[in-house]
């Protein structure tokens, strides 16, 4: 199992940026970012793997970046131009199972067998 913990969530005006930090405890095939808003189903926001392979959610494309330290096993998300609808718990995920993933399973929810407690991010405009 791996644990994670994320941390840089936080309150920001429309169009501002947050950059959110997930620590691993070790490696993985994966990791991802998820998030869900209040009344709606979690949705993948974008993932990597190990060799630096990304994958973004077209609601996010442009204007979100996905990375990554291996040395230090942390995944980040930064976040610019960020709007009222980015408003949710996001939620840091990793995959130890499959080792290739289509680009739209990398971002469901069901190729991820660990996750974080999530970090809040609330835009107001």
């Known amino acids: 199992q791996v644990q994670l913990e994320e941390s840089g969530g936080g309150s920001v005006q429309s169009g501002g940026t947050l950059r959110l930090s997930c620590v691993a405890s070790?490696?993985?095939?994966?990791m991802a970012w998820f998030r869900q808003a209040p009344g709606k189903e979690r949705e993948g926001v974008a993932s990597?793997?190990?060799?630096?392979?990304?994958d973004y959610a077209d609601s996010v494309k442009g204007r979100f970046t996905i990375s990554q330290d291996n040395a230090k096993n942390t995944l980040y998300l930064q976040m610019n131009g960020l709007k009222t609808e980015d408003t949710a718990m996001y939620y840091c995920?990793?995959?130890?199972?499959?080792?290739?993933?289509?680009?739209?399973?990398?971002?469901?929810?069901?190729?991820?067998?660990?996750w974080g407690q999530g970090t809040q991010v609330t835009v107001s405009s």
């Open positions: 995920a990793a995959n130890r199972v499959w080792p290739r993933l289509s680009t739209a399973a990398a971002l469901s929810q069901e190729n991820y067998q660990d």
């Open positions: 070790r490696w993985y095939y994966y």
């Open positions: 990597i793997t190990r060799a630096g392979t990304t």
